[in-house]
Every structure is written in C-alpha cells, then in structure tokens.
C-alpha cells in the first residue's frame, strides 16, 4: 500500500508541475462548478427534445444521481478515509502548485468531482448518447478535462480521481438502469 501510495505521489506531483501561467487561469475555470451553465443548459434542451414532458422525470433522475455520488464520495469515502488532500499534506509543503490560492477542504479520497461528472456522463450517455453519436466522446472528454484540472489545481491525487470516477460511473448507471426500467422512459417519437 505505502508503494501505491508513493506512486499517486510521485504521479501528482508531475502533473501539478507541468503548470504554467497560461494555463493556471484555464484550469481554475474548467474546476468551476457555474463554468458549465451553458452546456448544462444545451443538455437540459437535448433531454427535452428527446423525452419531451418526460425531461422533467429525468432531470428529477439527474437530481438523483449528483445526490447519490456527492453525499456517497463524502459519506463513504472523505469523512472514513480520511486521506489529506495533496494541498494540506505537510510532506508536500511547498512542492504543490496552487492557482488563486485555492486548497480545497481537508480530506480528497474520492474526488466529489470525479464523482459526480462521471455520474452525471455516464447517465447521460445511457439517456442520450444512442441518439447522438458524438455526444459520448464529448461528455467524457469533459468528465476528463475537469478531473486533470483538480490534479493540476493540486487539490487531488490520481488515485482519488481515478476512485472517484469509478464511484461515480457506478451510481450513475444504477441509477439510469432503474429509471430506464422502473418507469419506462423512452425517446419521444
């Protein structure tokens, strides 16, 4: 474990130096939680467009499985693990790149982040990625690009990433497969 450990270290600490000063803004408004506005909202219209009144059912859903992956990487995960954050790790004290003097809380085992971006592509790609070929690649490449931003921010090792995102695809297919099945939702004709 103390291997494993050393490895998300030494991996952490490549990826938070390769920052710049070009890139330390960029990164800071890829982290945003409001950065996305517009892209949620274009998602909102395609959920809409293709199940009509039964968006509401669906963002209802959506509500569902941020709840599920946020409360779940905090519960289960930060408040037991207890693993310090890259940020507030005395070992790491002034090795760690910072943008906007941003640190994050105490505890990073999972990433929220990971968590949620992951369960929210991955519903969305079971809603919505049949009728739109290039929306899986997009959506995880989002799900990706804000991960890397929380290493680079310095805020989170790989591992609570990489946790995080399998925490997270795991709520957000639970939850869609029941929604799917449970209340029969189907594209709009």
């Known amino acids: 474990m103390n291997a494993l450990l050393s490895l998300d270290q030494s991996v952490f600490l490549a990826i938070n130096g390769w920052n710049s000063p070009f890139w330390d803004p960029i990164m800071y408004f890829i982290s945003g939680k409001l950065s996305w506005l517009p892209f949620y909202i274009f998602l909102i219209y395609l959920i809409f467009r293709n199940y009509g009144k039964k968006g509401w059912l669906i963002l209802l859903l959506v509500a569902v499985t941020i709840l599920l992956s946020d409360t779940g990487s905090v519960l289960l ?3 037991t693990v207890q693993r310090l954050r ?4 005395p070992a790491l004290e002034g090795m760690v790149h910072f943008v906007n003097g941003y640190k994050g809380g105490q505890f990073g085992f999972v990433s929220s982040h990971a968590s949620n ?3 929210l592509v991955t519903f969305l790609i079971i809603f919505l990625g049949t009728r739109y070929k290039w929306l899986a ?3 995880i490449f989002w799900a990706v ?23 997270g695809v795991l709520a957000g297919y639970l939850v869609a497969e ?3 099945r ?3 939702i189907e ?3």
């Open 77 to 79: 995960f930060k408040n």
């Open 86 to 89: 890259p940020s507030h790790e």
């Open 117 to 119: 971006f992951s369960a």
């Open 137 to 139: 690649p997009t959506l």
């Open 145 to 167: 690009l804000i991960c890397y931003s929380r290493i680079y921010l310095g805020v989170h090792y790989p591992l609570d990433i990489l946790c995080g995102a399998i925490y």
């Open 178 to 180: 029941i929604g799917k």
């Open 182 to 184: 449970k209340l029969k």
């Open 187 to 189: 594209f709009r004709e």
